[in-house]
């Protein structure tokens, strides 16, 4: 059973920074893309960025391009989004998602498997 576990979320101030963790576990992940969406009160869910598990390529939307990091430890089955000078704006809950290559990575309906999400709010 895949399981796909964020963490890191809370409150923080602008300007600060702040690193997601999603722990995946119940199968290999070799070949998958792992995804990082967001969801805002009223809004769609949205697309933050993605790594392959494989290469270690990456991907990010313009509103956290320069901000963010996505990154992989394949000996921990982690994923991380590392983001800084975070904005009132990037307040939302954070998904982390797996995907089998092959799709547009910015698709949310492509992904197979996706975490419970963790709260980030950006507040003075």
């Known amino acids: 059973q895949v399981q796909l576990v964020e963490s890191g979320g809370g409150l923080v101030q602008p300007g600060d920074s702040l690193r997601l963790s999603c722990a995946a576990s119940?199968?290999?992940?070799?070949?998958?893309?792992m995804g990082w969406f967001r969801r805002a009160p009223g809004s769609e869910r949205e697309f933050v960025g993605a790594?392959?598990?494989?290469?270690?390529?990456?991907t990010y939307a313009d509103s956290v391009k320069g901000r963010s990091t996505i990154s992989r430890d394949t000996d921990k089955n982690t994923v991380y989004l590392q983001m800084n000078s975070l904005k009132p704006e990037d307040t939302a809950v954070y998904y982390c998602?797996?995907?089998?290559?092959?799709?547009?990575?910015?698709?949310?309906?492509?992904?197979?498997?996706w975490g419970q999400g963790t709260q980030v709010t950006v507040s003075s």
């Open positions: 119940g199968r290999t992940f070799r070949g998958y893309v």
């Open positions: 998602a797996a995907m089998i290559t092959g799709g547009k990575v910015t698709s949310s309906s492509l992904y197979d498997y």
């Open positions: 790594i392959t598990w494989t290469f270690g390529l990456t």
